[in-house]
């Protein structure tokens, strides 16, 4: 049974903005470094940024400075800020525990898409 679920994604030209949202339980959010990963068309899904239960993240160089990861304790959930958006931002986004080796199954994930 999948406990993420993400919402938030659409259809925004370059240089454009969307926050995603990953909606967990209590036991994933407050034990698991949570992450968000991307599959663009055709290509394997690879993490882009991520946040652990301290607080703390990390982001791959390619998003660095465009994209902001938070976690908001009462609402368990996770946000993905995407900023500046570029068309190879585009693809699936998926949230999920980091490492991948944690992970039992994915969600349906939210499709981005930026049109240039």
């Known amino acids: 049974q999948v406990q993420l679920v993400e919402s938030g994604g659409g259809l925004v030209q370059a240089g454009g903005s969307l926050k995603l949202s990953c909606a967990t339980s209590?036991?994933?959010?407050?034990?698991?470094?949570i992450g968000w990963y991307r599959q663009p068309p055709g290509k394997q899904r690879k993490l882009v940024a991520g946040?652990?239960?301290?607080?703390?993240?990390h982001y791959v160089s390619a998003v660095k400075g465009r994209f902001t990861i938070s976690r908001d304790t009462a609402k368990n959930t996770v946000y993905l800020q995407m900023n500046n958006l570029e068309p190879a931002d585009s693809g699936v986004y998926y949230c999920?525990?980091?490492?991948?080796?944690?992970?039992?199954?994915w969600g349906q994930g939210t499709q981005v898409t930026v049109s240039s």
């Open positions: 209590p036991s994933i959010f407050n034990s698991n470094t």
């Open positions: 999920n525990k980091v490492p991948e080796s944690l992970i039992d199954s």
């Open positions: 946040i652990t239960k301290f607080g703390d993240s």
